[in-house]
């Protein structure tokens, strides 16, 4: 049977500075002060990531420095550092998941696959982002955000999520990967639209 390595790469901000903060809470509490959030425009900064999971496994949080991931530093930085032993380690008869962002699907990136004979799930474009690690990336930056003292520099938020990804339970990651035919069969029966997942 095969094991299925999902990955992604996420962004996490000290200080959010877009525009569109999602805040959930009950009905009639709107105007509750432990729901108003300052925001600092255009501060801060951000730390990008990379992980994988797979059931009973993940690989270590790899921060993504000095830049944009390209399609060379996510061969050379990421398949080759992280995923090509991840892969030995969970056996060759393994599938990738990862998204169709462009340094994924480059030519240096496909001839990388073929010549490591690794297979990829193939996505469609514009197709519903079904990838368990997004919830993993949720319950990270919750586990971040209910940290005390909360990061407020790049560094700190750093160690933070590192600490973090370690302290999520195996067993919340399974759950979240067996969960998956349940979620694509909902999402087959209404014809890719909104599921509650």
């Not at 994988?52 to 050379?76: K, N, V």
Request: hydrophobic share 35%; charged share 25%.
């Amino acid at each position: 049977m095969e094991q299925c390595f999902f990955s992604d790469e996420s962004r996490f901000s000290v200080h959010p500075d877009n525009r569109h903060i999602f805040i959930w809470r009950e009905r009639g509490s709107r105007n509750n002060p432990a729901f108003v959030h300052e925001s600092i425009r255009f501060g801060g900064g951000g730390v990008l990531v990379y992980g994988g999971i797979s059931i009973d496994g993940r690989t270590d949080l790899y921060i993504i420095r000095d830049g944009p991931l390209t399609a060379r530093r996510y061969r050379d930085g990421i398949l080759r550092r992280i995923v090509v032993p991840y892969a030995a380690a969970i056996g060759d008869d393994f599938i990738l998941m990862d998204d169709n962002c462009r340094p994924h699907r480059a030519n240096l990136v496909e001839d990388f696959f073929f010549k490591e004979g690794f297979v990829r799930m193939e996505w469609p474009a514009c197709s519903p982002d079904m990838n368990p690690v997004e919830h993993v990336w949720d319950a990270l930056g919750r586990r971040v955000a209910g940290r005390q003292p909360l990061p407020q520099s790049l560094q700190e938020i750093e160690r933070a999520l590192l600490k973090e990804w370690d302290r999520i339970p195996q067993l919340v990651i399974n759950s979240l990967i067996d969960s998956k035919p349940q979620t694509c069969s909902t999402l087959l029966a209404v014809r890719g639209n909104h599921t509650p997942y």
